[in-house]
Each structure stands twice: as structure tokens, then as C-alpha cells.
């Protein structure tokens, strides 16, 4: 082989390797930070992965709100209204949040199926559910008729 050429598919090669480390990279990253929604239903049915961050939604179940004394821990209930997952959450809650209204929230699911918040997220008006909520309690809804 001439040595020009050997030279030439010496870089080929090794652009083309850089290029799928860079391919390699990027795509590791997007399946890390992709947050899948998932709701009641589906995490009874063992559909959702424990020990790694997603987000679930339904209604807050009324009466379920429970503050500690001494902290900003809070647990309470989402539902779907079909069946119910026990939510903790540290932090400070939106102000919209409350029994009987839509909610997302964000985080992972532990051994016990409690799901531990890191973000808590509430609708913002009386009227509103965020679209995925609102297929998601009709889907649950029509599968208990």
C-alpha cells in the first residue's frame, strides 16, 4: 500500500472512531435524563423501575396530607382512583398544592413501593390538570367499567 494512502485511512479511521466515542457520549447522556411518567396503576403492575427517577401523577388523595411537627417532611397519597401510592417529600411545597388536585411529582421508587419526592409539581390554575394526568385518571377510569 502506498504510504499516502495508509496515511489517509489512518485518519478516516481514526475520525470515524472519534465520531462514535462523540455518538456513544451523547446518546448515554439522553437515556439518563429521560424522566418516563407513570402513574398508580402502573407501578402496582410492576411497571415502573425501583431506584430510578421518574415521575408520577394523579390526584392528591383527600384527607392524606400529613406535615411533620418540626421539619418541612411531608407525606400524602397519589391516586388515580383506582389504586394509591404513598409519596414522602422534604421540602417546600408549592401553593397550589392540595387535597383533590392534580399533581406531578418527581422521583424514585423504593423497595417498600414508596415513592421518595425530590421535586413536587401542582397545577396553576382551578381548571387546569397537565394532559397526561387528566388521559392517565380517564384510562384508569375506563378500565375498571
Given at each position: ?12 479511521l ?6 462514535s ?7 448515554y447522556a ?41 421539619e418541612?417532611?411531608?407525606?400524602f397519597?397519589?391516586t ?25 411529582v ?40
Amino acid at each position: 500500500m502506498h504510504p499516502k494512502r495508509r496515511q489517509r485511512l489512518t485518519y478516516l479511521l481514526v475520525i470515524m472512531l472519534g465520531v462514535s466515542i462523540a455518538i456513544g457520549f451523547v446518546l448515554y447522556a439522553l437515556r439518563q435524563n429521560i424522566n418516563v411518567y407513570y402513574t398508580p396503576s402502573q407501578i402496582i403492575q410492576g411497571q415502573a423501575p425501583k431506584n430510578h427517577t421518574f415521575r408520577l401523577g394523579g390526584l392528591v388523595k383527600q384527607g392524606s396530607v400529613m406535615h411533620a411537627k418540626t421539619e418541612l417532611e411531608v407525606a400524602f397519597i397519589v391516586t388515580d382512583l383506582v389504586h394509591n401510592i404513598n409519596v414522602s417529600y422534604n421540602g417546600i411545597l408549592p401553593d397550589l398544592f392540595r387535597d383533590g388536585q392534580g399533581v406531578v411529582v418527581q422521583g424514585q421508587l423504593t423497595a417498600q413501593n414508596e415513592f421518595r419526592a425530590s421535586q413536587v409539581l401542582a397545577k396553576h390554575d382551578e381548571k387546569y390538570m397537565p394532559p397526561i394526568v387528566k388521559d392517565a385518571l380517564a384510562q384508569a377510569k375506563n378500565s375498571t367499567v
